[in-house]
């Protein structure tokens, strides 16, 4: 987080470092400290995301993942007798027999157990984790209740929220959102339909006057799924169509805040996360439902090791400071969005399957289907970045920053970010400069209110610098990422 105003700062343990280019050569050169002596210490954490300088008109997103320093693996190749490999070897007692193919063998053994308990859980996790392939047979059916894909994407995007929470479902049979009709709703539907959503349960429901002329109506009973338990109808009682929400949202337990500062109040952001990779504050998050963070795709970079590992993180969450942790909660799977591009930041996007569901926090609300924020609004960003573009550490407390929503059209002319911001993305700060996010606050919240509840617009993503004129942050849309969050808390809810 970056301010005009200069903003104390707390050196704390938990430092992080900006590696300038002598650091980068040096690191090349040199044999790289055993992975040990890095990661048990108390001292600086390697570097994560980071900044790389950026000619004046190649304007893209960036981020240098640093490697966590590593013992080198031995490669199986080199272990193997010279001679064996050149073909030498004449006799059999010289290639297999006797002690020296014995300790071959043996070497081998042990080399393929130490490969196998090195990155086995690596591998494990991968394949567990992140781009997960859906194989779908040719006579799979969007809608219908009936999951034919094995990861169930036929069946995960048929359900909706439009204005005013308006529950809309699309069936087979019809290849639109239509309102449902409230008659035959009941709690028990309103709590499966949150939990089909990703949600535990639900939070309320109520009834609302539609001019629709279409409807979908409840079957005399759930099966499965909203959509599999719905029928289109041309009528409706009384017009009146179902409101669901699946959490109550958005509305922090505290609304002032620090007169002219920006320190961010106790209670006054209950949402935001923040996601310690082998112990050290690396990325921001949000909390959507009681087992979902959202978070930034780049906050797991392949080239970073285990950084797509689940064990290798921890979550807080509704912390102000991190001096004063709450008990973290791990993560049970990380999902990226299979179409972000590392190099163009487009679909910069991720969710975190917690352990278990979070208590006494609050999570933020997602936008409704076509909801506009318009830069006439307010929102707000937050994050423990740095508070400095040059600053070495990031801030111990929680910052906040109010931010102006950026038009698309403005932030890509040729005098901001020159055409690098597609539909995904949403520009946000201060094109005079001084109020921005910055590194440390990735994947973190930009929120904005309207009718007195806050909503995630974006996630923290990228930007050229901190807090420089003409160069704002850039946040993943969410209003545009939508039906990627719902379709997978769907495909993952507990
Ligand atoms: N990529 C950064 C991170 O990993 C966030 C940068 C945001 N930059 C900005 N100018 N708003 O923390």
């Known amino acids: 987080m970056t301010e005009n105003k200069h903003i104390a700062e707390v050196q704390v343990e938990s430092t992080r470092f900006i590696l300038t280019d002598t650091d980068m050569e040096h690191r090349q050169t040199e044999a790289p400290p055993s992975y040990d002596s890095v990661v048990n210490q108390n001292t600086a954490p390697p570097l994560y995301p980071s900044l790389q300088t950026l000619s004046a008109n190649q304007i893209l997103p960036y981020h240098i993942p640093q490697p966590i320093p590593q013992t080198p693996a031995p490669r199986a190749a080199e272990t193997i007798p010279s001679q064996r490999r050149q073909g030498l070897c004449r006799s059999k007692r010289c290639c297999y027999g006797g002690s020296s193919g014995a300790t071959v063998v043996v070497m081998l053994v042990v080399i393929a157990i130490w490969l196998g308990v090195r990155y086995g859980p690596t591998l494990w996790a991968l394949s567990k984790s992140t781009k997960e392939t859906d194989t779908c047979p040719p006579s799979s059916v969007d809608c219908d209740g009936k999951r034919d894909c094995s990861q169930g ?46 949600f535990r349960q639900h939070h309320e429901y109520g009834f609302l006057l539609t001019n629709s002329s279409s409807f979908q109506s409840m079957n005399s009973q759930f099966t499965n799924t909203i959509q599999g338990s719905v029928n289109r109808s041309t009528s409706c009682p009384g017009q009146q169509a179902v409101s669901l929400h699946c959490s109550k949202c958005g509305k922090p337990p505290v609304s002032t805040r620090i007169i002219g500062g920006s320190v961010a109040a106790d209670g006054q952001w209950p949402w935001q996360a923040s996601l310690h ?44 400071s991190q001096l004063r942790l709450p008990s973290p909660y791990y993560v049970h799977k990380i999902i990226l969005h299979e179409n972000y591009d590392p190099a163009t930041k487009n679909n910069d996007i991720a969710l975190l399957k917690l352990n278990k569901p979070a208590s006494n926090v609050q999570p933020i609300c997602l936008p409704v289907f076509g909801q506009k924020f318009s830069p006439a609004q307010q929102c707000w960003t937050t994050g423990f970045g740095l508070t400095r573009q040059e600053a070495d550490s990031i801030s111990t407390s929680l910052m906040e920053v109010k931010v102006d929503l950026i038009d698309l059209s403005v932030c890509n002319s040729h005098t901001v970010y020159h055409g690098s911001i597609t539909e995904n993305m949403q520009c946000a700060g201060d094109l005079r400069g001084g109020k921005d996010s910055c590194q440390g606050d990735s994947g973190g919240p930009l929120v904005c209110k309207a009718d007195d509840q806050w909503y995630l617009t974006g996630v923290t993503s990228w930007g050229d610098g901190c807090g420089k004129q003409n160069r704002p942050g850039v946040y993943s849309n969410v209003g545009r990422l939508l039906m990627w969050i719902y379709g997978k808390m769907q495909q993952e809810r507990p």
């Open 277 to 320: 990779f082998q112990g050290y504050h690396t990325c921001g998050g949000t909390l959507l439902a009681p087992d979902f963070i959202i978070t930034a795709a780049h906050c797991f970079p392949k080239e970073t090791r285990d950084s797509q590992m689940p064990s290798n993180w921890k979550v807080y969450i509704g912390l102000v």
């Open 153 to 198: 994407s036929d069946e995960s995007r048929c359900v909706r929220f439009g204005t005013a929470n308006e529950l809309q479902v699309m069936t087979f049979k019809s290849s639109v959102f239509l309102p449902v009709c409230a008659q035959g709703w009941n709690k028990n539907i309103a709590d499966q339909t949150c939990q089909q959503l990703g």
